[in-house]
C-alpha cells in the first residue's frame, strides 16, 4: 500500500471525464492512471461507482453503449489502481460535519460531495482532485486537511547529456 505521501483522491468527476474521453483532460488522466498502477495510489469514495452510470454522450434519451458499460466494469475491477473507500459511520459523521461547517461560513456543499471530501480526509489522502468549479472555488483544502486541485501530472526533466 502507498503511503499517505503517495495517495490522491479522485472525484467522481475525474472518472466520468476518462469514460467519457475529454480530450483535453484524457492525457493528464492516462498518465497518472499509469503512474499509478506501480502503487495502487488513487482513492475514490464506493459512491462514485454509483455517479458514475453513464458517459456525457448517453446523457440524451435513447440507447446505451455497452462499451461504456464494459469500460466503467473494467474501471471498477482493476483493484491494482484505485482503492475503493467505503461508506462507513467515520466517512458519514465527517460528512455531515463538513456539511455543517460549509454551511456556517457560508459555503454550500451537496451530500455526495461532503461524502467525497470526508473519504479522502478518512483516508488522509495528500491531494483531492475534481473538475468540480464549485468544489475547486469554494476552498475546503484546510476542512480535509489536504489540497483541493484539478488532476495534473509533473513532467520530469530529462538529464542533460
Known sequence: MPNDEQRIYWDTCVYLSYISGTLDRLPVIQQILANARQNKAILTSIVSMVEVAYAAHEKNPGPLDPQVE?????????DSV?????????????????????????????????????????????????????????EFDKDIGCKVCEPYVVALRLPNI
Open 70 to 78: 464494459k469500460a466503467m466494469d473494467q474501471l471498477w475491477a482493476d
Open 82 to 138: 484505485t482503492e475503493i473507500v467505503e461508506l462507513n459511520h467515520d466517512v458519514a459523521g465527517m460528512a455531515r460535519d463538513l456539511m455543517r461547517r460549509a454551511t456556517a461560513t457560508q459555503r454550500k456543499l451537496k451530500p455526495l460531495d461532503a461524502i467525497q471530501l470526508a473519504s479522502a480526509q478518512w483516508m488522509r489522502a495528500r491531494e483531492f482532485h475534481t473538475y468540480d468549479r464549485e468544489l475547486l472555488r469554494q
